[in-house]
């Protein structure tokens, strides 16, 4: 099995909160994942939109598949992220991160967000702290 296999398999088995909104991992490869999820009832605020904290965990857990895919443990340093199009019960969000620079201790990801149609739902941005020892 090879590390991107193992980092993959380490965040199924072990990321609970994506595994409790129902994520799905459609593609992790060196610097690059991305991550669906069919917004449901159980995902939709106050305001019968799709709750931020749901987007904002479908963009995290991508960020976190691209920035482990290389085998050293990496934790974010900081994320921001932009809102720009609401969603509701139906929608097919999905979340590709892509890295934009790394370095020996730290890895820098653009992660957008866009619905079944290709339009963008939010952009957010990543850095992470490269530890030395590996995640698998």
Request: proline share 0%; charged share 25%.
């Amino acid at each position: 099995m090879d590390t991107v296999e193992k980092v993959v398999r380490k965040t199924t088995e072990n990321d609970r909160l994506a595994n409790l909104i129902g994520l799905n991992i459609g593609e992790v490869k060196s610097g690059y994942a991305k991550v669906t999820v069919t917004v449901e009832d159980k995902h939709l605020n106050c305001l019968d939109i799709t709750h931020g904290g749901v987007i904002f965990t479908l963009a995290d857990t991508a960020f976190s598949l691209a920035s482990n895919s290389h085998g050293k443990t990496a934790v974010a340093l900081n994320m921001s992220i932009n809102f720009v199009k609401a969603t509701k019960v139906g929608t097919v969000l999905t979340a590709i991160a892509r890295e934009d620079k790394i370095t020996r201790s730290t890895g820098l990801y653009r992660i957008e967000v866009t619905d079944q149609s290709g339009e963008l739902v939010s952009v957010a941005e990543g850095l992470v702290f490269r530890k030395q020892e590996g995640i698998v």
